[in-house]
């Protein structure tokens, strides 16, 4: 009997342990370096400070504890005599992918070790989801060690803005949703025909009068009526600086997006000038409902593909160039994304200057009259030690020596661009577009498709058309998150949670360590953290199974 109660005791202890230490993504390797061993942290813990390097992940950690468990650890410069702290030091690690560290705890406390400060955040993410669920006055954690390292250098989410505008203080949240989930880059969607959203100083129209629309639609495309508000919204050059440095105490690089040759309704709007036609009333799209005036250029209030594009004249690069000037300052990002896709040929095969140029540098047609809009601005951000990222839709024509394609039209524009030796960042809509419903049925209206987190973590980012030497050009994949059906933050949760788990974990893990049924295992505690963060995430994501 007693024998029985003992095995029974070592299940019990071992499943609570389990549970408490489903870590996402999954660590490369875990072990319990002492069974029913534990360390526990309360306000008498100190953290060791020995460098300012990685002051910002312990006070990330500290604001964590302060927040959710209402004390703070003490910060020292030593290690009391006798007590058990928190101990942080960099380490060189052999690692192909920065960001490595090691975690340990024991009878002595809580070591962290890294190759860098980044990696010092990462296993504060790590240490995070040890913590219980349950506010209480002192955490309670296991013996154990983890080895860690990324699989991708780039880890990334993109967030809509145009379409739908967020506060500065949900992109802060937003941007704290993938520090939780060890992601690296944001991608801010920050131009489109529905809105212009960054304040450019040379040209205040772009925000004063691109930055608004006079109605949005209601209903699915091309809707069934049009809510007849005004609406809109934009960032100050102070309040993307905040953005930024936000980011940056996270370990995350905020690459701003400014939409070219196409999606250019909303600066158009404001400056005509740069139109093929200036004097051209908008297109209104057909079976829409328009609110307000119909003269003249408007920001659109529909979503789709619209013909009135840039212009590619010298005054047109001239003004573009100006807002790069001006981008460049706000953001240290070595990206600029500019965009490149859904650009109509419409206006420039109508345009008597259009044509002219393209007999006068011998381009084949209006796709080569891209290539030579985007070789153009490609030149100009690499005259300022930047490099740009297009959709895939900037092959067509040709591509630009230095640019990295970001592969959205399935994987086809990534494993011709990785066969060329360009760098390539995949999203491929089928499995990482977060707009797309993620339930059968979808309990609010999206903008279709169906992408379920099964499907979203049997996704490899490395196409199998590629060699080995081929895919070291895939850096890495993110899942983009369009906003025309989003118009509030808990919508926004709705759709990423929990499918940002399984992308967390796709790009972090290494191949050969992810398990589906081991995952769901795991998100089943990740359910818990997601209720005692708060947030609203979506509780059917097993609905269907079909990846």
């Not at 489903?22 to 875990?30: A, Q, R, T, V, W």
Request: glycine share 8%; charged share 20%.
């Amino acid at each position: 009997m007693y024998k029985l109660y003992c095995f029974l005791l070592f299940v019990a202890l071992s499943t609570f342990v389990a549970a408490q230490t489903s870590i996402i993504p999954k660590p490369k390797e875990m072990s319990f370096s002492n069974p029913g061993g534990n360390f526990t942290l309360n306000s008498g813990t100190a953290v060791i400070i020995r460098s300012t390097q990685y002051q910002s992940s312990v006070d990330y950690l500290n604001n964590y504890i302060q927040k959710n468990f209402g004390f703070k650890l003490k910060q020292e410069r030593q290690a009391p005599k006798g007590k058990g702290v928190v101990e942080i030091r960099i380490k060189n690690t052999k690692s192909d992918i920065a960001g490595a560290y090691i975690l340990d705890i024991n009878k002595n406390g809580i070591q962290i070790s890294g190759d860098s400060p980044a990696s010092i955040f990462y296993a504060v993410q790590s240490l995070i989801q040890l913590f219980p669920t349950i506010k209480d006055a002192s955490i309670i954690l296991p013996y154990l060690h983890i080895a860690d390292e990324p699989r991708f250098a780039y880890r990334g989410m993109h967030l809509d803005v145009s379409r739908h505008f967020f506060s500065v203080a949900f992109v802060k949240n937003y941007i704290d949703y993938l520090a939780l989930h060890k992601l690296n880059y944001f991608h801010w969607h920050l131009t489109d025909d529905q809105g212009w959203r960054i304040e450019i100083k040379k040209y205040p129209k772009l925000t004063q009068i691109g930055g608004f629309r006079n109605g949005t639609i209601t209903g699915h495309f091309p809707g069934n009526g049009n809510d007849g508000k005004a609406y809109g919204g934009f960032y100050t050059q102070e309040e993307i600086r905040d953005v930024v440095a936000y980011a940056a105490k996270r370990y995350i690089t905020v690459i701003p997006e400014i939409e070219m040759p196409g999606h250019a309704s909303a600066a158009l709007a404001a400056y005509p000038e740069y139109s093929c036609f200036p004097d051209e009333n908008t297109e209104l799209p057909k079976g829409t409902i328009w609110s307000g005036s119909q003269t003249g250029k408007q920001v659109q209030q529909t979503w789709g593909v619209f013909n009135d594009v840039f212009n590619p004249s010298e005054e047109t690069f001239g003004f573009l160039q100006d807002v790069i000037d001006e981008v460049i300052q706000l953001f240290p990002a070595k990206y600029i994304h500019i965009g490149g896709d859904e650009s109509p040929k419409d206006n420039w095969k109508r345009s008597e200057f259009c044509q002219q140029l393209i007999k006068e540098h011998h381009l084949k047609d209006e796709h080569g009259l891209q290539s030579y809009f985007v070789q153009r601005m490609e030149k100009y951000i690499n005259s300022k030690g930047r490099k740009i990222i297009g959709w895939d839709e900037i092959l067509e024509g040709g591509l630009a020596p230095n640019a990295t394609v970001m592969s959205w039209r399935g994987e086809q524009g990534g494993v011709e661009a990785a066969k060329l030796k360009h760098n390539v960042i995949m999203t491929p809509g089928e499995y990482v577009y977060f707009d797309h419903s993620q339930n059968k049925p979808e309990d609010s209206l999206t903008i279709g498709g169906y992408t379920n987190i099964q499907k979203v973590y049997a996704y490899e980012p490395v196409p199998k058309g590629l060699n080995v030497e081929e895919g070291r050009f895939i850096l890495g994949a993110q899942a983009n998150l369009w906003t025309e059906y989003i118009a509030n933050e808990d919508k926004v949760q709705y759709q990423i949670f929990p499918r940002m788990a399984a992308l967390s974990e796709v790009l972090w893990s290494q191949k050969s360590n992810r398990d589906w049924a081991d995952f769901e295992f795991r998100l089943k505690r990740q359910f818990a953290r997601y209720e005692f963060w708060g947030l609203n995430y979506s509780k059917l994501p097993f609905s269907v199974i079909s990846p």
